[in-house]
């Protein structure tokens, strides 16, 4: 079973600091990964996206790791922000239909503190 | 940010009643859907379409219907709410194989 698992499920730090969210897969085949930001209220929004030939992607304080390998992201934030208090979803797509069927992650629910 | 729309964004209704989910984009992409996402929970296909004239049923069973008749505009209808329908609906479309883009979402409540 095509599954994506997210973790830790909450996180608190303070304003500042960095953080790493982690997100493990079983998706099979594999296309690509994404990381998306969803604050409350409102669509998720596209942070990075890395195939299976990129291992890092970086956009502003937010760096994506990929190991197709062991099956497994990161997304590290760097100097965390109170805006980016949301939930970050891992989200994972298969190579096996045309629809490009898209697995999604339950989330971290980061809050930052000042 | 995606030129994609969705109205309304809250809505508190009777059970029974009959309502009708507004998406459009105009973007002129060919692809769009609908997803469930209960709080905390992942996201849930249930409705996506190829183009015009063209819908799906998704991963998740639903008593949801779909029409797609213009390209800009993929409308989700419930014909009786229940209590069992309280969630939130997300509307996202996409090029081919491009990435997906969503909307801010309905918040919806039957009572």
């Known amino acids: 079973k095509n599954q994506v698992e997210q973790s830790p499920q909450s996180l608190i730090i303070l304003e500042g600091k960095n953080c790493t969210l982690q997100c493990n897969y079983t998706v099979s085949p594999f296309s690509n990964l994404r990381w998306y930001k969803q604050d409350t209220g409102r669509g998720p929004v596209s942070l990075t996206i890395m195939t299976f030939s990129e291992n890092t992607k970086s956009n502003g304080r937010y760096t994506a790791t990929l190991d197709a390998d062991t099956k497994q992201s990161s997304l590290h934030i760097t100097a965390s922000q109170l805006s980016d208090s949301a939930s970050y979803i891992c989200?994972?797509?298969?190579?096996?239909?045309?629809?490009?069927?898209?697995?999604f992650g339950r989330g971290t629910q980061l809050t930052v503190w000042p | 940010e995606a030129d994609i729309y969705q109205t309304p964004r809250y809505l508190v209704i009777g059970t029974g009643k009959k309502i009708t989910l507004e998406c459009s984009q105009t973007?002129?992409?060919?692809?769009m859907y609908w997803y469930q996402q209960d709080p905390g929970m992942e996201l849930h296909l249930i409705h996506y379409s190829y183009g015009v004239n063209s819908t799906e049923k998704g991963d998740l069973s639903s008593e949801s219907t779909v029409s797609r008749i213009r390209t800009e505009h993929f409308p989700l209808t419930l014909e009786s709410a229940r209590p069992s329908h309280t969630s939130q609906y997300l509307c996202?479309?996409?090029?081919?194989?491009?990435?997906?883009?969503f909307g801010p979402g309905t918040r919806l409540t039957v009572t």
């Open positions: 996202a479309s996409s090029e081919q194989e491009g990435e997906q883009y």
């Open positions: 989200v994972v797509s298969d190579r096996g239909s045309t629809l490009g069927r898209l697995y």
């Open positions: 973007m002129g992409h060919d692809k």
